[in-house]
T-cell receptor, first 113, second 115 residues
Framework: DGGITQSPKYLFRKEGQNVTLSCEQNLNHDAMYWYRQDPGQGLRLIYYSQIVNDFQKGDIAEGYSVSREKKESFPLTVTSAQKNPTAFYLC????????????FGDGTRLSIL | AQSVTQLDSQVPVFEEAPVELRCNYSSSVSVYLFWYVQYPNQGLQLLLKYLSGSTLVESINGFEAEFNKSQTSFHLRKPSVHISDTAEYFCAVSHPWGGAQKLVFGQGTRLTINP
């Protein structure tokens, strides 16, 4: 079945550490997205990528970095510069065009040790 | 700028009762509208979408939403809820953004079904 796989499901970060969240899709979608979800705040866009080797900052990109070396993969690194990283992170992808819905993975919950 | 307001953060209802989850949006251009559902510790799943045409759209599990352009609303309704409908529901508006699609989400409404 086609879909989006995020790993790990739970992740713990120590102070000063960078951690990387994995996102893989087999839907053949060009566009991929990373969101952060905090209770009562809905979803906020961190980064998005329309095509391989290209990505753009979203609304809350500070303290995060991404890469898009392959169409199927869009990993997110939470750097030590992100001072409040505890959240639920969701990866999504979509086909071409504004009318296409986004498909979501099951998320990674990041906590601070 | 586009924005989405979900007027209720929590909605408790009894099983088999009707429910309405309210969503209002602001936009200066034509938009596409979506409702997503999120079960605990999972990602979002598309519930239904309005792109064009009939203003009433339906999902396969009994939910429906009506696009009202004059009131800039896209409320979600179900005539009789089940325990399994307990989840968080997000309304979203899509608009073009630098050649890509940007989804702007509301804050979510937590639907709790009581037996």
């Amino acid at each position: 079945d086609g879909g989006i796989t995020q790993s790990p499901k739970y992740l713990f970060r120590k102070e000063g550490q960078n951690v990387t969240l994995s996102c893989e899709q087999n839907l053949n979608h060009d566009a991929m997205y990373w969101y952060r979800q905090d209770p009562g705040q809905g979803l906020r866009l961190i980064y998005y990528s329309q095509i391989v080797n290209d990505f753009q900052k979203g609304d809350i990109a500070e303290g995060y970095s991404v890469s898009r070396e392959k169409k199927e993969s869009f990993p997110l690194t939470v750097t030590s510069a992100q001072k409040n990283p505890t959240a639920f992170y969701l990866c999504a992808s979509s086909g071409e065009g504004q009318a296409q819905p986004q498909h979501f993975g099951d998320g990674t919950r990041l906590s601070i040790l | 700028a586009q924005s989405v307001t979900q007027l209720d953060s929590q909605v408790p209802v009894f099983e088999e009762a009707p429910v309405e989850l309210r969503c209002n949006y602001s936009s200066s251009v034509s938009v596409y509208l979506f409702w997503y559902v999120q079960y605990p510790n999972q990602g979002l799943q598309l519930l239904l979408k309005y792109l064009s045409g009939s203003t009433l759209v339906e999902s396969i599990n009994g939910f429906e939403a009506e696009f009202n352009k004059s009131q800039t609303s896209f409320h979600l309704r179900k005539p009789s809820v089940h325990i399994s409908d307990t989840a968080e529901y997000f309304c979203a508006v899509s608009h073009p953004w630098g050649g890509a699609q940007k989804l702007v989400f509301g804050q979510g409404t937590r639907l709790t079904i009581n037996p």
